[in-house]
């Protein structure tokens, strides 16, 4: 059974120096993604994780993380770093972060208020968000080593300046002295995406979809259906420009009558971008709506 949280969902841990997803929960919960390829087929199997990039040593990724408003209406992941090294930040000496969008090169200056020191190997969480991307009641970063630490930062300009869009690609600057001494290679983030997956019908073949609301045409998303611990039901969809949604046309004839939770993983060049559905790994969503199958 699992448990019955209606709150945060995590989908993974982050990477050194790299992008990542912060959980408005400040709670972690390794999973374990599934893939498939077509609909109507059954299995699971692990999918890649990003690969290094350049050459620096101290760059590597992790997978994304994902954050479920309270109401289980918006999904955002956030940008968030990993140090190889104990780090001491100071913001009179020109310490933090810059968070730059590519697309359209605005930057977001994030400051520890007080100097503060990060651990080494431990994901750096940059909470300045909400999950439908308004200002975060408190910006903070937050890190848990022993204990987890929380501290606020100040920013130098609105969020929505460089989060501006479902899908921005972005990069995270580290900067020592006012100079930057690391940088991340270019991600995305979610931010404020609030679709669901809907049904055409509840019995033979049926079409299934997501809408797009802003996220990149060339998304990969891969999804399955499940009910009391039998094999999933698995299908992919596409990108169909006509309704501006991702969709496909699954034939369910071959499974019993009843409600089923699903959960999609979605992917941009072999990477996953987040995942959503009525349940993330033991966590299930009671306010959002699943899928039914008659005979």
Known sequence: MRSRRSYLAVLGALGTLSLSGCLGSEETAPTTPTTSTAAGTTGETASPEGSPSGTAAEFR??????TIS?????????????????TELDPAAGDGFEIENVQTDVTLSVVPSASVTLGAQAPVRMLLYGADGSLAES???????????RYPVRLSRSVADVFDRTAPSIRIRYLSGGETKHETETRRVVVGYSGLLQQSGTSGEIELWVPRQGLPEGLSIEGRLDRDGREPFTFGLDYAQASDRFTTVADTTALRAGTYDWELECSLENRTLFRFGTYIGDREFEAIPKIEITT
């Open 70 to 86: 309270d109401r289980e209406q918006y999904h955002a992941t956030h940008p968030g770093v990993v140090f190889a090294d104990e």
């Open 139 to 149: 910006p903070k970063l937050i890190q848990k080593v022993d204990d987890r630490k």
């Open 61 to 66: 990724q992790y997978r994304e993380s994902l």
